[in-house]
C-alpha cells in the first residue's frame, strides 16, 4: 500500500490514494461489511464531535465524506456491501 498524501484546509482533512485498494485498506482492521460500515460511522461522529472533516479522494476524485451532515461517498456502499 502507498501512503496517501494528506493536507488540510482549516477543518477538513483531505486523504489522497492511488487506488480504491488502497483506500480500503484504511478499514483493513475491521473483518466484514457490518463492522467496517460500524467503524466508519464511529470515525464519522467521533470527527463530528470534534468539528472536523475527512475527505477521501482517489485520484483526485472524491470518494467518501465524514465528519459533515453524514457519511456520503461510493466508498460507503463498498463497507457495506451494497455496492451495485
Same mark, same amino acid.
Do not use: C
Given at each position: 500500500?502507498?501512503? /496517501?498524501?494528506? !493536507? =488540510?484546509?482549516? %477543518? #477538513?482533512?483531505?486523504?489522497h490514494?492511488? %487506488?480504491?485498494?488502497?483506500? &480500503? @485498506? &484504511?478499514?483493513?482492521p475491521? #473483518?466484514?461489511? =457490518?463492522? @467496517?460500515?460500524?467503524?466508519?460511522? *464511529?470515525?464519522?461522529?467521533?470527527?463530528?464531535?470534534?468539528g472536523? *472533516? +475527512? !475527505?477521501? @479522494?482517489?485520484?483526485? #476524485?472524491?470518494? =467518501?465524506?465524514?465528519?459533515?451532515? @453524514? /457519511? #456520503?461517498?461510493? &466508498?460507503?456502499? +463498498? +463497507?457495506?456491501?451494497?455496492?451495485?
Open positions: 500500500m502507498a501512503p /496517501p498524501k494528506a !493536507e =488540510a484546509e482549516n %477543518t #477538513r482533512i483531505i486523504l490514494f492511488e %487506488t480504491l485498494e488502497d483506500a &480500503l @485498506r &484504511l478499514f483493513s475491521w #473483518r466484514g461489511a =457490518a463492522p @467496517r460500515a460500524q467503524a466508519a460511522q *464511529q470515525i464519522h461522529h467521533a470527527l463530528s464531535s470534534a472536523l *472533516q +475527512l !475527505e477521501v @479522494r482517489i485520484q483526485g #476524485r472524491p470518494v =467518501a465524506e465524514l465528519g459533515s451532515s @453524514r /457519511p #456520503r461517498g461510493p &466508498l460507503f456502499s +463498498l +463497507l457495506s456491501g451494497n455496492a451495485a
